[in-house]
T-cell receptor
Framework: GAVVSQHPSRVICKSGTSVKIECRSL??????MFWYRQFPKQSLMLMAT?????????EQGVEKDKFLINHASLTLSTLTVTSAHPEDSSFYIC??????????FGSGTRLTVV | DAKTTQPTSMDCAEGRAANLPCNHS???????VYWYRQIHSQGPQYIIH???NNETNEMASLIITEDRKSSTLILPHATLRDTAVYYC????????????FGAGTILRVKS
């Protein structure tokens, strides 16, 4: 079945630095990828939708200049958390969609900002 | 996208069937019902989806009422490893549409 690889699985960074998270579709081309954030004991919150070769569409309340999304190819999307602060500490999860197919999720990235 | 309503939590005895209900009374004709589950600190795992007919795969069965306003996910023989948060989502299965997660149901399988 479809596999989505997300890297890194865990990252600790200092406040004020930037962190990049990668999401790759391993055996299919993902025309659309989604980025979610999940705080402890809460559900997944959709942050943005990225389409290959075009700008991402951000959900209301998500700062596009803080959470930079790049979807330069059909198999790779990246999320960069810029100038990270402790309140950005969260579990970030990507999802990839195959054209008319289903949605496959990555295993998530635990970000801790110290 | 149509919204869904699920119970906050449910318990199930190991080896018994787990029946998880979901209400989606405002579902429109071209919206599918998807079920995912999330085990602690992992990404969501696809379980099953359907439009109007009942569906079955190796993991579960999905029963959708005739008016499509509700559905039930059935895990036929629950095990301790099925303890997870189960999400029922309705969405249009077309290019680029997004999955919006609700609160889901916490299923606890007990020995």
């Amino acid at each position: 079945g479809a596999v989505v690889s997300q890297h890194p699985s865990r990252v600790i960074c200092k406040s004020g630095t930037s962190v990049k998270i990668e999401c790759r579709s391993l055996d299919f081309q993902a025309t659309t990828m989604f980025w979610y954030r999940q705080f402890p004991k809460q559900s997944l919150m959709l942050m943005a939708t990225s389409n290959e070769g075009s700008k991402a569409t951000y959900e209301q309340g998500v700062e596009k200049d803080k959470f930079l999304i790049n979807h330069a190819s059909l198999t790779l999307s990246t999320l960069t958390v810029t100038s990270a602060h402790p309140e950005d500490s969260s579990f970030y999860i990507c999802s990839a969609k195959q054209g008319g197919g289903g949605y496959t999720f990555g295993s998530g990235t635990r970000l801790t900002v110290v | 996208d149509a919204k869904t309503t699920q119970p906050t939590s449910m318990d199930c005895a190991e080896g018994r069937a787990a029946n998880l209900p979901c209400n989606h009374s405002t579902i429109s004709g071209n919206e599918y019902v998807y079920w995912y589950r999330q085990i602690h600190s992992q990404g969501p795992q696809y379980i099953i989806h359907g439009l109007k007919n009942n569906e079955t795969n190796e993991m579960a069965s999905l029963i959708i009422t005739e008016d499509r306003k509700s559905s039930t996910l059935i895990l036929p023989h629950a095990t301790l490893r099925d303890t997870a948060v189960y999400y029922c989502i309705v969405t249009q299965r077309e290019y680029g549409n997004k999955l919006v997660f609700g609160a889901g149901t916490i299923l606890r399988v007990k020995s």
